[in-house]
């Protein structure tokens, strides 16, 4: 079955950090652009880092840069999200998702394969 689990969200306080994981299964992330997104209540979709399939590409929202960082296991087929100094506009379910050979800079719509989400609050 292919499908990519997301894994790690839950609760911490202003100023600490959290370690998501979007682990993949059926398929290797090998040659995947990945896109993590998040969604607030009440908000649209957001896309916060999105790196391109080779890597050579990686877009930060403002809100995020210097706090976010992506970094990749090939031995586990598995992507992180590192984020550092949350704040509670933060708070949002974070999705991970991962398309097939896609170059260029940015965040997209449309990927081949999204994970279920989640959650990810940022309150004292």
């Known amino acids: 079955q292919v499908q990519l689990v997301e894994s790690g969200g839950g609760l911490v306080q202003p100023g600490g950090s959290l370690r998501l994981s979007c682990a993949a299964s059926g398929f290797t992330l090998d040659y995947y652009a990945i896109g993590w997104f998040r969604q607030a209540p009440g908000k649209g979709r957001e896309g916060v880092l999105c790196?391109?399939?080779?890597?050579?590409?990686?877009y930060y929202a403002d809100s995020v840069e210097g706090r976010f960082t992506i970094s990749r296991d090939n031995a586990q087929n598995t992507v992180y999200l590192q984020m550092n100094s949350l704040k509670p506009e933060d708070t949002a379910v974070y999705y991970c998702a991962a398309d097939y050979l896609r170059e260029g800079y940015g965040c997209y719509d449309e990927y081949d394969y999204w994970g279920q989400g989640t959650q990810v609050t940022v309150s004292s």
């Open positions: 790196i391109s399939s080779s890597g050579s590409t990686t």
